[in-house]
């Protein structure tokens, strides 16, 4: 039976586009022997720092972090000498962050740090995402970042030591704006891919030379497989973005407002949708299409189904009575929802007289 749980589902066909609400947290498992005893340590800024816990190597990736201003930064330390990265893993997974980076990972320890994101995601309606070096995992909470020979002063970064860059510019990145086309002004070279728009295509995270500054190319995930329920648009990291801000807030209300608290009528039901509703509208101009009906309500088929499961015969009811025929423990609601997205393509037709 497990935990009560909300499960929200957005299909691809309701959604074309997203932006973030907020400023996330960025979560760092880091290698050290300094002689310090702690496990974890959570920064606001970098004032908050001790220099001395940390190596020159590890210091520099957190404060490469902060330069993309996210809110806050969880460091999960771990021994040079551990043989992976499970004891950091489980610290993580009761926590609140949003991307995950590994600076310095090794290729062969990123599979097991993308298998445990998958799960958090998948099974355990985590919203957290990872950056990821060269990983290629063909998923929407991953994102792979490929670019090596990242130079920056004196030290030249590889792709993994890169990452907690990365991953502090996607949780630091305001409502106004995607990663597209971001700019990293400290770095003065890179290893330009010379084949962009195909990286792009394979769902590769890459850095590009304009000429003048070094930006991120465009801002996608490294999903590359897509269905009738994960479009084309569940490649856009602010895609991901938005249907995480949104299941995470809607989750939190029913958790805390009506989880174990109301009984499972209609009338309480209708509560719920009607405080869901209230809060989508309050997305409308910001985060949600103010021309879409982004409304959630019940759903009749799977209510209907739950009671056929059961071995009650609903060919006699009309919507309206599966609607109001609440079922055991379960709430089965759906929706859709347009969201907005950043400009990011120019098309235009010029006709000359």
Same mark, same amino acid.
């Given at each position: 039976m497990g935990l009560p749980e909300i499960s929200i589902v957005f299909s691809s066909l309701s959604v074309s586009a997203v932006q973030r609400s907020q400023r996330g947290i960025v979560a760092l498992i880091l290698k050290d022997d300094t002689g310090k005893s702690f496990t974890t340590k959570e920064y606001r800024s970098i004032t908050d720092i001790d220099a001395t816990d940390w190596s020159a190597t590890n210091l520099d990736y957190i404060k490469k972090a902060f330069l993309g201003i996210p809110s806050k930064i969880i460091v999960e330390r771990l021994p040079t000498a551990a043989a992976d990265y499970k004891e950091a893993l489980v610290r993580l997974g009761g926590k609140r962050w949003d991307y995950l980076a590994v600076p310095g990972i090794g290729a062969a320890d990123v599979p097991d740090i993308a298998t445990q994101l998958k799960t958090w995601?998948? %099974?355990? @309606? @985590?919203?957290? @995402?990872? &950056?990821?070096?060269?990983?290629?995992?063909?998923?929407?909470?991953?994102?792979?970042?490929?670019?090596?020979?990242? &130079? %920056? !002063?004196? @030290?030249?970064? +590889?792709a993994s030591e890169y990452t907690a860059r990365i991953a502090g510019i996607l949780a630091g990145i305001p409502l106004t704006r995607s990663a597209t086309f971001y700019e990293l002004p400290e770095v003065e070279a890179i290893a330009e891919s010379e084949t962009p728009d195909a990286d792009i295509d394979a769902g590769k995270?890459?850095?590009?030379?304009?000429?003048?500054?070094?930006?991120?190319?465009?801002?996608?995930? +490294?999903?590359?497989?897509?269905?009738?329920?994960?479009?084309?648009?569940?490649?856009?990291?602010?895609?991901?973005? $938005?249907?995480?801000? %949104?299941?995470?807030?809607?989750?939190?209300?029913?958790?805390?407002?009506?989880? !174990?608290? %109301?009984?499972?009528?209609?009338?309480?039901?209708?509560l719920l949708i009607t405080a869901i509703n209230a809060y989508l509208r309050g997305l409308q !101009?910001?985060?949600? =299409?103010?021309?879409?009906?982004?409304?959630? !309500?019940? =759903?009749?088929?799977?209510?209907?189904?739950?009671?056929?499961? &059961? $071995?009650?015969?609903?060919?006699g009811w009309d919507d309206q009575k599966v609607k109001t025929s609440s079922f055991q423990d379960d709430v089965f609601l759906a929706g859709g929802l347009k969201f907005l997205d950043a400009v990011e393509d120019l098309k235009m037709a010029v006709h000359v007289h």
């Open positions: 995601r998948d %099974v355990n @309606k @985590k919203k957290f @995402k990872a &950056v990821l070096p060269n990983s290629a995992p063909d998923y929407e909470g991953i994102i792979d970042f490929t670019t090596e020979d990242i &130079v %920056v !002063g004196a @030290k030249t970064y +590889s995270l890459i850095l590009i030379n304009d000429g003048e500054k070094i930006k991120i190319a465009r801002g996608v995930n +490294s999903l590359t497989t897509t269905t009738p329920t994960k479009g084309p648009d569940f490649k856009k990291i602010k895609i991901i973005e $938005g249907h995480d801000l %949104v299941k995470e807030d809607i989750t939190r209300t029913f958790n805390e407002e009506y989880a !174990g608290k %109301v009984n499972n009528s209609y009338d309480n039901q209708v !101009g910001e985060v949600l =299409d103010p021309s879409a009906n982004n409304a959630m !309500g019940v =759903d009749i088929e799977a209510q209907r189904q739950a009671w056929e499961s &059961v $071995g009650t015969d609903t060919s």
